[in-house]
């Protein structure tokens, strides 16, 4: 990994961490068959120091991940812009690692995580939902090899 150029603005891994546990949404970085990259945003959970996300068994995303299962994953916390100082207050962080498929049980445990993430107040319906598509539903797991952030607060 290359290192950082503003140290000073380097957070601890923990912290970095905290942002992907709390963000909203990131966006996925893969690479293409060609050489193509590609970035998607996309909602996600962070559990077991792992990134996991649903999406459809098709499409440009996964073609990408056959063919290159390296990844970037970017979220971006709070930011402010101070237009007085033509600065913006931001933190965010970036994890690096492979994505691979899951089955069986880290499946369901992942589109539960992703339930109580977004639909905490519907968990029942939701449960329904998982048990209704879950079959027919893709979860990839990006496992960390690498994760650093940036901050000016």
Not at 86 to 105: C, H, L, N, W
């Amino acid at each position: 990994m290359k290192t950082m150029r503003r140290k000073d603005r380097e957070i601890t891994r923990l912290e970095a961490e905290e942002i992907l546990e709390n963000g909203l949404y990131g966006v996925l970085s893969t690479i293409g068959e060609d050489g193509q990259p590609y970035g998607v945003p996309l909602s996600y959970t962070y559990k077991n120091a792992c990134i996991y996300f649903h999406c459809a068994a098709e499409g440009h995303k996964i073609e990408n991940l056959q063919a290159n299962p390296r990844v970037s994953f970017c979220v971006v916390g709070n930011t402010r812009v101070i237009p007085a100082e033509r600065t913006v207050k931001y933190e965010s962080a970036i994890a690096f690692g492979v994505a691979s498929e899951v089955q069986g049980p880290e499946k369901d445990d992942a589109l539960l995580a992703l339930l109580e993430k977004y639909s905490a107040e519907y968990i029942e319906e939701g449960k329904t939902v998982i048990a209704k598509n879950g079959k027919t539903t893709t979860v990839i797991k990006i496992e960390i090899h690498h994760i650093s952030g940036k901050a000016q607060r």
